[in-house]
């Protein structure tokens, strides 16, 4: 169940965009929102040009004034939160510890804009042990779940997707779960049982489309395919697994890296 969404806010126009999905979701599942206010002081990428304390403080209490109206007018419960001013790495780890208290962060696409550091959805998604929902930075998204294509590949970082999504699958109109293969090879591990993704959607009440999409290395990759398949199925959200699989280190994996820098439709990750 969503029952609580977090959305970050900022003094950027795009913060708008996302919390006009926040609460389109929150609607429909009868969730509150909480709106959480963080923005660096330093203005872009300058080492020197920062805004004092105050400047900060009145950026806050401008989008609380707009996110409360909107939550207002939504009819959506809600509350605001606001982080003070802080390094980059302090500010984004505050951020990461306030969305384990929610069950879905509503985020920006990465370089969107320059409020907070680019590896915010990268922590967000890696360390704060809840899926983000990421809003692309440009193009109008009035709401996701209603059509959606799932990346499916039968590893842990697509399972944790698959089962983070399903408050969301279970009132989609259409759902299709592309299954990600090698070529000359299966998408799920050959031998032993033959667990059935579709089977599981259909405990769960999901009726699903099932197609397969082959690694081309020549060709324009997982990432491409998946944002055609989007594309082609008119998805107002993709689901897909995050993290890299095998590293010691955790990072985002190249096919969530890759859509992340191309988006077009928001996207929920899971790590």
């Given amino acids: 169940m969503v029952k609580h969404l977090l959305v970050h806010m900022d003094s950027t126009p795009r913060a708008g965009e996302r919390l006009g999905l926040a609460l389109a979701l929150a609607r429909r599942h009868g969730a509150k929102v909480t709106g959480l206010f963080a923005e660096l002081e330093a203005l872009g990428s300058s080492l020197v040009a920062r805004r004092t304390p105050g400047q900060v403080q009145e950026a806050a209490r401008a989008a609380g004034e707009r996110f409360g109206a909107a ?12 982080l003070g001013g802080a390094e980059p790495a302090e500010l984004v780890g505050r951020v990461v510890a306030c969305c384990r208290y929610a069950d879905l962060a509503v985020l920006g696409q990465p370089g969107e804009q320059d409020r907070m550091p680019g590896y915010l959805v990268d922590q967000v998604v890696l360390d704060s042990g809840r899926p983000a929902l990421v809003v692309p930075a440009t ?26 999504a399903l408050p969301l699958l279970r009132g989609a109109a259409f759902v299709g779960l592309l299954a990600f293969q090698r070529p000359g090879g299966e998408a799920e591990e050959p031998g032993g049982p033959r667990p059935d993704v579709m ?14 999409a082959v690694a081309d290395p020549q060709g324009i990759g997982l990432a491409g395919v998946l944002m055609n398949h989007a594309f082609d199925n008119q ?18 994996g190249e096919v969530a890296r890759e859509y992340l820098r191309s988006m077009a439709t928001p996207v929920l990750l899971a790590g």
Wanted: proline share 3%; charged share 20%.
């Fill in 71 to 82: 939550a207002q007018a939504a009819g959506v419960a809600s509350a605001w939160w606001t």
């Fill in 139 to 164: 193009g109008h998204h009035p709401g996701a779940g209603e059509r959606v294509v799932v990346g499916w590949n039968a590893s842990r970082e697509s399972a944790r997707a698959l089962h983070d």
């Fill in 199 to 212: 089977e599981l959607l259909a405990l769960h009440g999901v009726r699903a489309r099932y197609e397969r």
């Fill in 235 to 252: 998805a107002d959200l993709v689901v897909l697994g995050a993290r890299a699989e095998g590293f010691p280190v955790k990072h985002l």
